[in-house]
């Protein structure tokens, strides 16, 4: 903790401020958290169902397969697991079918779908808090009902995962105002970096889960990942505040800094009370954001989606014994995406270039970089040392994205930062299930390196089209329409009108 000592001219005494940003690296830690445990809540399910379904209902994939994020049953559809660890007294088995599991797995996605874009419009108007704070709290929730709802019928699994996705579509674009609150505009790139811990999340969870459910059944991995949802938000609501001037606990220092670096960015007005929806619709940057990001998205999922089914059939390599390595591109990508927000930080801080500049060359490293690797992929896609190294790195520089487009909605819109991520979600969840159903298109019954090459040319045109949409049409200027009329404006008084009149009332009032 940093002070300085200052006297007081008046009374002589000797005055200590506090220098401290405590809060602002608690509200940090939070979010990572966060988003970690997001994925815990999201995913517990993909390892679960390996133990609910008795042995005799899967193809046989072990039980390392099962726990790895990448060779997850949620992410091979065509393969199921059978678990070689001798259950406990009284676990309860249900005979679903493959077509039943499928169904139960995607219906996550059926509710996570439609709260994107509302989520992160009802976070600029309550708060990003309560409704960050409250859809975890009510995730955590269900997924603790989950092991009964499995039990009472399928039809009310099926609901609770619906509702789950309900909750957990808001998360994501609600974290955007409130990093309008909190961050100053040049430090943003590394906060965007804690959403990526999600991924952290996943790669921590699935083994965690394996060990409770081999010595406690498939119940303990919903009861354990829930009471973490539950212990998480309640640390929320005690932690985090929705402005600085609304926390009790926030230094003078810290609280002045904040406000001050980020009044630079917006300029005098108000905040619009409604949301402009023809100048967000016709607006080219919010279009590069969205664009960008449904492609990036897009590349993101059929690579780790599709991966273990390109090892299994095409490279025939033995995924069970290398979950470390299978897990790279994970870790990579997380340590790529702090990486890129700390130097993007600093990029902007020094003012050597401008901030639309680092943003458009950290999206072309993030997004149009991957392209590039998989027309490599193409060439050298057949070999199994290259083809594993070729992946890695291209998910790992995909995290570069957290300095590039990721948060150019709270350069371009601070007070709608949530409605344009949300747009940007919503179209990305879609991409996910479009990658997943071509990749089925033209491999199936016919798992050949030259389907898969139209894969990776299709993956090279997504990605580098999507790359220079941003690199084109994206800005980092702050948009007209991001604030109202200030309350002279709104009077009929001119900004320009106002500075003249304050020396008249000043010499007036003399």
Not at 196 to 222: D, K, R, V, Y
Request: aromatic content about 12%.
């Amino acid at each position: 903790m940093k002070k300085e000592e200052s006297v007081n001219v008046e009374t002589g005494l000797v005055i200590k401020q506090n220098r401290s940003m405590n809060c602002s690296r608690i509200l940090n830690l939070m979010v990572l958290l966060g988003f970690m445990v997001n994925y815990m809540l999201r995913v517990n399910f993909t390892i679960a169902i390996v133990d609910m379904v008795p042995t005799h209902k899967h193809n046989n994939v072990s039980i390392e397969q099962a726990t790895n994020f990448s060779t997850s049953p949620l992410n091979d559809t065509n393969a199921t697991v059978s678990w070689t660890h001798s259950n406990p007294p009284g676990v309860t088995k249900f005979n679903w079918s493959e077509y039943e599991q499928n169904m139960i797995l995607g219906s996550f996605f059926w509710g996570y779908v439609l709260t994107e874009l509302p989520g992160g419009r009802l976070a600029e108007m309550i708060g990003a808090r309560p409704v960050f704070g409250y859809s975890m709290l009510l995730a955590s929730m269900v997924t603790l009902l989950t092991p009964m709802a499995a039990k009472i019928s399928i039809y009310c699994l099926i609901f609770c995962r619906v509702f789950l996705g309900f909750t957990l579509g808001v998360t994501w674009p609600a974290i955007l105002p409130l990093a309008a609150n909190w961050i100053p505009p040049n430090e943003r790139s590394k906060f965007m970096s804690n959403m990526m811990a999600s991924t952290l999340g996943a790669a921590i969870t699935l083994p965690i889960c394996g060990i409770l459910i081999s010595a406690w059944g498939w119940e303990s991995a919903f009861y354990i990942t829930g009471l973490v949802g539950l212990t998480w938000s309640i640390m929320w609501f005690n932690l985090v505040f929705e402005t600085p001037a609304d926390h009790p606990r926030i230094s003078e220092f810290e609280k002045h800094y904040i406000e001050t670096e980020i009044a630079k960015q917006s300029k005098p007005g108000t905040k619009p009370k409604k949301l402009p929806w023809i100048q967000i619709l016709t607006s080219l940057p919010v279009w590069a954001i969205v664009i960008t990001h449904g492609a990036s998205v897009f590349g993101y999922f059929t690579i780790v989606n599709q991966l273990p089914t390109y090892m299994k059939y095409l490279l025939h390599f033995d995924i069970k014994s290398n979950g470390f390595l299978s897990s790279l591109p994970y870790l990579g990508k997380y340590l790529m995406a702090l990486l890129a927000g700390i130097i993007a930080d600093r990029l902007l801080n020094s003012e050597k270039i401008s901030k639309t500049m680092t943003r458009k060359i950290f999206t072309f490293i993030g997004v149009f970089t991957p392209g590039i690797l998989m027309i490599l992929q193409v060439y050298f896609g057949d070999n199994k040392v290259w083809s594993v190294v070729i992946f890695t790195i291209a998910l790992t520089m995909n995290g570069a994205v957290t300095g590039g487009y990721l948060g150019n909605g709270l350069d371009i819109a601070p007070n709608f930062s949530g409605t344009i991520f949300g747009m940007a979600n919503t179209l990305s969840s879609f991409g996910g299930s479009l990658s997943s159903y071509l990749v089925g298109k033209l491999t199936n019954n016919n798992q050949t390196f030259e389907q898969w090459c139209i894969v990776f040319w299709i993956l090279t045109g997504t990605y580098m089209c999507g790359a220079m949409v941003f690199i084109i049409f994206g800005t980092a200027k702050t948009l007209s329409w991001n604030s109202g009329p200030s309350v002279d404006e709104s009077n009929g008084i001119s900004t320009n009108d106002s500075e003249v009149m304050k020396p008249l009332k000043n010499s007036s009032s003399s």
